[in-house]
């Protein structure tokens, strides 16, 4: 199954970049969960965590605050004016 | 010593002190353009993808929001311009406002008055001196600009543009900043805001306006399009503050450079004449001394 390319932006800087299979974040109408081959999509998040979970199964989470997220051909961004990994 | 010498090697002192502030001066600022030029590449992804989603927005969905669509009539248009705190960076704050002044003409050509927003104290000495009037200023901060101002500077500009035309609102925002071209070349940049001039994607859906790719927008497109724009705004001035950091470093580097190397020249130049006057005095005390021995020789 092809992987999911996800990167997470902030304004200064690009917190963490790579590839996952799935992607779980809440947006102003509540949790959504992202999966490969998912519809090209526009949302904005309502602050919060973002968790990315790994090829491996590992899971990490990064914190988004005032953000959106756009899904675009497996590729992920999530982008905020603030962003750490938790 | 002769007065013509000590004046000479008063010179070179002078030219050899000043020559060590322009040197450090220079290296303070090669430093720093790396890093401005890092923050820089930094925010490159954000802007990217904020700029990605908002064309998104504007070419999968036929909302007509008010930051997207042209004013039929503009009265008033706002200037925000990007200069430095500090000058001795040669031409770097008279371009950009040279630039301005420019933008002010056309501008008020096309019949519209101007307000101003200005960024760093050497745009804001240049209003108050010629006594004219700004909206806000923003001094301090831009040898390493912060998102904070970024935003404030955004949200003052964007309260602007909301309010009416008929309370003062703004209906076009310009900015003007120095790019950084190369470490030899900062060119100013005069870019249109808002309203958003969105690159339309390349195929044209010129037959069936109504039909748009499969493109989801939570909650809705102009809801996303509301909280996209003031983030846009956002991004692109923080870039334009790093932009304008990056170049004003370049810039002090180059200038100090050269002020550094007329230092050099001016350090010769006083050295040969020094030389040439405590020569001339050798000669004259040789010449007193002969005639003086030859005065008593001839006395006797």
Known sequence: MAALNVSVVSADQEVWSGEATMVVART???????????????????????????????????NAEDGFLSVHSNAVQVVASRAELA | MGAQLRVYRQKIKTAQTTKKITRAMELISASRIQRAQARVAASTPYSNAITR????????????????????????????????????????????????????????????????????????????????DYERSWIGGTDSPVFETAKEISDAVLEAFLRDAADGGVDEIHIVYNRMVSRMTQVPVVTRLLP?????????????????????????????????????????????????????????????????????????????????????????????????????????
């Open chain 2, 53 to 132: 989603a908002v064309s998104a927005v504007a070419s999968y969905s036929n909302v007509a929001h008010v930051l997207t669509t042209e004013p039929e009539r503009v009265d008033r248009a706002a200037i925000v311009i990007f200069t430095s705190d500090r000058g001795l960076a040669g031409a770097f704050n008279s371009q950009v406002l040279r630039e301005a002044e420019e933008l002010t003409e056309l501008l008020k050509s096309q019949g519209k008055s101007v307000d101003y927003f200005l960024v760093g104290r050497k745009s804001v000495g240049y209003f108050s001196f010629r006594r004219r």
């Open chain 1, 28 to 62: 102003v109408e509540g949790e959504i969960g992202i999966l490969p081959g998912h519809e090209p999509m526009l949302a904005i998040l309502a602050g919060g965590e973002v968790r990315v979970t790994l090829p491996g199964g590992e899971k990490i989470t990064a």
């Open chain 2, 196 to 300: 958003l001039e969105v690159v339309e994607s390349d195929e044209a859906p010129s037959d069936k306006q109504e039909v748009f790719p499969l493109y989801e927008f939570e909650p809705d497109a102009e809801t996303v399009l509301d909280g996209l724009l003031p983030v846009y705004i956002e991004s692109r001035i923080y870039n334009a503050m790093l932009q304008s950091s990056a170049a004003k470093h370049a810039a002090t580097q180059k200038a100090m450079k050269s002020a550094s190397d007329n230092a050099d020249k001016l350090i010769t130049d006083y050295t040969r004449l020094a030389n040439n006057a405590r020569q001339s005095e050798i000669t004259q005390q040789i010449s007193e001394i002969v005639g003086g021995a030859d005065a008593l020789s001839s006395a006797k």
